[in-house]
């Protein structure tokens, strides 16, 4: 799956329970996520610590032990239940049994988290006393409230958040599925053993209510020593380098998508490079500091002043209590980044600042009258200039190279001539989650639908259309449509400044040293 990740193909769902916890038991340093899904299990990795060949025989491994050995059992968790979802009685009358049926088989099957995905909490429940196999809704519900319980193929599951789904509705639940503000922010982690209960009889965890996501605004966070949103632009969010190792609990790594224009921000400020800064699309935005500090722009480039006066892109400037920062519309560019001295300091959560557009996870996207906190000023000068070489490239054109993908077998060799040899266009629909691309059908050789299965940011998914979408830094932790070819990590920085309208050309990935 790329130039960072493994994904091991087994033969059944017990079989990837069993493999993912004898992974969890002896992970070596440099992994950094184990994604069980349907019939897969995705290992990510850091080139740089441990090398792909270590992996792979890692996973043989521990699968030829996990094979003689029984499973551990997983912790059991209780969650209350009523049974009055909208679909109970429909969904008794497709399986020719009466309602009261249904909900005795289902509160008196033992189930288990087999993965998490389609949002974080949300953990796809399996049970060997749950012998039905339900359809899904034919047209999907364009909202589906939190704490529904539905079920849908083997499945059951608990929705965490307001979200669409085309699951059968059976019940519903107060338990906090998912908090990220907890230590443990899943409830329901893969390998735990699940109860329903009458509601009112289950022991849950102590945990706090889980938190309304408010912008800064809401928040009545002080504006002495921060900076207030004047105009956000089409879009500005906080960003760092995002939340690594939490797929596995359906937490994408979210974070900048230019990763190099954060960290190339944030030194020269002379800020740690992961410090948070504002990730600022197609410009637009105006800020005014509440104190005297340093900023700059990294990434996309246009015109800039403070209280009128241009500044230049990619150099720290000095920016005066009770000035204007205006960054216009960006000549050349999608996203660039505003770090400021001693870095954005809003709240953590599941250990990051990072907004998460799709999860619903961090801050709320900037608006006017949000108050941003700034940090105190690192004990180091703000440097003199800085080393690395930036340029903000072709809006036009761009080049983009693809490491191979683990359903690549899926297409015909034209689908593959057409990848590299064709010019693809950035679509409309393209934002933080994924980018639909423009050009020739690929054609595939085995059709049918894929159980859902791990994901990275950077895979080219493919849907029946033919048309590919690469996942980018918010996208999904899991997905069921092949994915023909992964891009490279220098790749999404450069994929992180296409506009719609941009031609990108592929290129085959050199192997990493």
Do not use: C, K
């Not at 960072?4 to 493999?19: D, I, M, Q, W, Y």
């Not at 960006?330 to 770090?339: I, K, S």
Request: proline residues 9%.
């Amino acid at each position: 799956m790329g130039e960072r990740a493994v994904l091991a193909e087994v033969g059944s769902l017990p079989e990837v329970l069993t493999l993912s916890a004898a992974l969890a038991a002896s992970r070596p340093h440099g992994v950094v996520d184990v994604v069980p899904a349907a019939t897969t299990v995705l290992v990510a990795f850091d080139p740089a610590v441990i090398a792909g060949s270590v992996v792979r025989a890692w996973i043989r491994s521990a699968g030829a032990d996990a094979a003689a050995a029984a499973r551990p059992a997983g912790p059991v968790v209780e969650v209350p239940i009523r049974y009055d979802g909208p679909d109970l009685a429909g969904t008794a009358e497709l399986l020719g049994i009466g309602a009261a049926e249904l909900v005795a088989r289902h509160r008196a099957a033992e189930w288990t988290v087999a993965f998490s995905g389609f949002a974080p909490g949300f953990g796809y429940l399996v049970s060997a006393q749950w012998t039905f196999d339900v359809p899904r809704l034919a047209s999907p519900r364009t909202r589906v409230p939190a704490g529904a319980v539905g079920v849908a193929g083997a499945f059951s599951g608990a929705y965490p958040r307001e979200t669409p789904g085309g699951w059968r509705l059976i019940g519903t639940t107060d338990a906090p599925l998912f908090d990220a503000s907890a230590d443990a922010p899943v409830l329901l982690p893969p390998g735990a053993r699940v109860r329903f209960v009458p509601a009112g009889e289950a022991s849950l965890p102590v945990r706090d209510t889980p938190r309304r996501r408010v912008s800064q605004a809401e928040s009545g966070v002080s504006a002495e020593g921060g900076l207030r949103v004047v105009e956000p632009g089409l879009l500005a969010t906080v960003q760092d380098l995002g939340r690594p190792g939490r797929a596995g609990l359906g937490i994408a790594r979210s974070g900048a998508l230019d990763r190099a224009a954060l960290r190339r921000a944030n030194r020269l400020v002379g800020n740690p490079e992961g410090a948070a800064g504002v990730e600022i699309t197609m410009g637009g935005f105006r800020a005014v500091a509440a104190r005297d500090g340093w900023m700059a722009l990294a990434g996309a480039t246009g015109p800039i002043t403070i209280d009128g006066r241009p500044v230049d892109a990619h150099t720290a400037a000095a920016w005066p209590a009770g000035t204007e920062l205006h960054v216009d519309r960006f000549a050349h560019g999608a996203r660039a980044y505003l770090a400021v001295r001693g870095g954005i300091e809003s709240a953590p959560v599941a250990g990051s600042r990072a907004t998460d557009v799709l999860a619903g996870i961090g801050p709320a996207p900037l608006r006017s009258g949000d108050v941003l906190p700034v940090g105190p000023a690192p004990s180091t000068p703000v440097p003199a200039a800085d080393l690395a070489p930036w340029g903000s490239g072709s809006d036009e054109r761009i080049e983009v190279e693809l490491a191979p993908g683990p359903r690549a077998d899926w297409f015909a060799a034209s689908a593959h001539r057409a990848l590299f040899e064709e010019e693809w266009t950035v679509s409309a629909a393209a934002d933080r989650v994924g980018m639909r691309l423009d050009g020739p059908e690929l054609e595939r050789v085995r059709q049918g639908e894929l159980p859902s299965e791990g994901m990275v940011a950077g895979a080219l998914q493919v849907p029946p259309s033919g048309r590919p979408t690469i996942l980018l830094a918010d996208g999904p932790v899991t997905g069921g449509y092949p994915v023909i070819a992964v891009a490279t990590e220098a790749a999404l920085d450069v994929l992180a400044q296409a506009r719609p309208g941009t031609r990108v050309r592929f290129r085959h990935a050199r192997p990493l040293p």
